[in-house]
């Protein structure tokens, strides 16, 4: 059993950061990819970035430069470092974890960028 949670959400004004953590417990295996998606309301949900078991990243375009993600010493948790934070990217964002025995979703966590 694999259970990822999301924490670090909340509201913050335009121009501001906010950091978002996923913690993953289980039936982890070392190699694996973990993700970063969002779904704003009436859409899809969107990837946002990806980090391999060796650290290597990538970013959709709409947040390069301004999103960060990592997944230090611990290598069960990854995080998102968000800055610069716009109105479009409120959202809520998935962490999913994929391993050579399938793939595994968080339950989301609410961003609300506004004024």
């Known amino acids: 059993q694999v259970q990822l949670v999301e924490s670090g959400g909340g509201l913050v004004q335009p121009g501001g950061s906010l950091r978002l953590s996923c913690a993953a417990s289980?039936?982890?295996?070392?190699?694996?990819?973990m993700y970063w998606y969002r779904q704003a309301p009436g859409t899809q949900r969107d990837w946002v970035a990806t980090?391999?078991?060796?650290?290597?990243?990538n970013y959709a375009d709409s947040v390069m430069g301004r999103f960060t993600i990592s997944r230090p010493n611990a290598k069960n948790t990854v995080y998102l470092q968000m800055n610069s934070l716009k109105p479009e990217d409120t959202a809520v964002y998935y962490c999913?974890?994929?391993?050579?025995?399938?793939?595994?979703w968080g339950q989301g966590i609410q961003v609300t960028v506004s004024s």
């Open positions: 980090i391999t078991s060796d650290s290597v990243t």
């Open positions: 289980g039936s982890i295996f070392n190699i694996n990819t």
């Open positions: 999913r974890l994929r391993t050579v025995a399938g793939n595994y």
